[in-house]
């Protein structure tokens, strides 16, 4: 376990404050690293959401079936994330967060190499959707373990703060490749890619406690 400096006397200190947490967690390297697994989670979902109407219209398909899409998306993904949280309670959160993010990639080159259709449209939405926020209760839950419930909230705004810039990058390069290039391609790479490093970055995570409430 990586034992970050004072982290041997928060069990003792029954009223740790949120400055001695937030300089444990400054030393913990596996929180940054779920920290920035989620930044990769964030890129993903606001390209795919924001951009994948774009890119369908792109390919002759009209607004309607992007619309279709992104309601499979917020069907499915209720699914998702119930059953993301469950299976936590089951296995290690680390690893199903390493198999969920190794499962976007493999279904983002599905969707690029299958001819385009509205049932590889539709599919692609269903199965996205049951990857979309499932890595949230996995993410929470990993923290919690952690670090404890006492300071969940405010732990877990500093991870989700990751996953905004992360959403930023999405949506602001998405955008910017399409109008220089006239396509997504590039961003399509980049997801790809960091599915990959999301995969690995969640392999140096571990669910130890670190402080206890």
Same mark, same amino acid.
């Given at each position: 376990?990586?034992?970050?400096?004072?982290?041997?006397?928060?069990?003792?200190?029954?009223? #740790?404050?949120?400055?001695?947490?937030?300089?444990?967690?400054?030393?913990?390297?596996?929180?940054?690293?779920?920290? !920035?697994?989620? !930044?990769?989670?964030?890129?993903?979902?606001?390209?795919?959401? =924001?951009?994948?109407?774009?890119?369908?219209?792109?390919?002759?398909?009209?607004?309607?079936?992007? *619309?279709?899409?992104?309601? !499979?998306?917020? !069907?499915?993904?209720?699914?998702? *994330?119930?059953?993301?949280?469950?299976?936590?309670?089951?296995?290690?959160?680390?690893?199903?967060?390493? +198999?969920?993010?190794? =499962?976007?990639?493999? $279904?983002?080159?599905?969707? #690029?190499?299958?001819? #385009? &259709?509205?049932?590889?449209?539709?599919?692609?939405?269903?199965?996205?959707?049951?990857? +979309?926020?499932?890595?949230?209760? #996995? $993410?929470?839950?990993?923290?919690?373990?952690?670090?404890?419930?006492?300071?969940?909230?405010?732990? &877990?705004?500093?991870?989700?703060?990751?996953?905004?810039?992360?959403?930023?990058?999405?949506?602001?390069?998405?955008?910017?490749?399409?109008?220089? $290039?006239?396509?997504?391609?590039?961003? +399509?790479?980049?997801?790809?890619?960091?599915?990959?490093?999301?995969?690995?970055?969640? &392999?140096?995570?571990?669910?130890?406690?670190?402080?206890?409430?």
């Amino acid at each position: 376990m990586y034992v970050a400096p004072n982290a041997h006397s928060a069990e003792s200190k029954p009223n #740790l404050g949120f400055k001695d947490v937030l300089i444990i967690v400054k030393n913990h390297k596996p929180f940054w690293f779920l920290a !920035l697994g989620f !930044l990769v989670c964030g890129f993903q979902v606001v390209f795919i959401g =924001l951009h994948l109407p774009g890119y369908l219209i792109d390919h002759g398909y009209t607004a309607t079936t992007g *619309t279709i899409f992104l309601a !499979l998306i917020g !069907l499915f993904n209720i699914i998702g *994330t119930y059953s993301a949280g469950w299976l936590g309670g089951k296995f290690s959160k680390p690893h199903l967060l390493m +198999w969920l993010y190794g =499962l976007r990639g493999i $279904t983002i080159i599905a969707f #690029l190499t299958i001819p #385009l &259709s509205l049932y590889t449209v539709y599919a692609f939405g269903i199965i996205m959707g049951l990857l +979309w926020l499932s890595t949230v209760p #996995l $993410t929470n839950g990993i923290v919690a373990n952690m670090f404890g419930v006492k300071y969940l909230t405010m732990l &877990s705004g500093i991870v989700f703060f990751t996953h905004q810039i992360g959403s930023f990058f999405g949506g602001w390069l998405g955008g910017l490749n399409h109008d220089i $290039t006239g396509n997504y391609n590039l961003i +399509w790479m980049c997801s790809i890619a960091l599915s990959a490093l999301g995969v690995i970055v969640h &392999s140096f995570v571990n669910e130890e406690a670190v402080v206890h409430d």
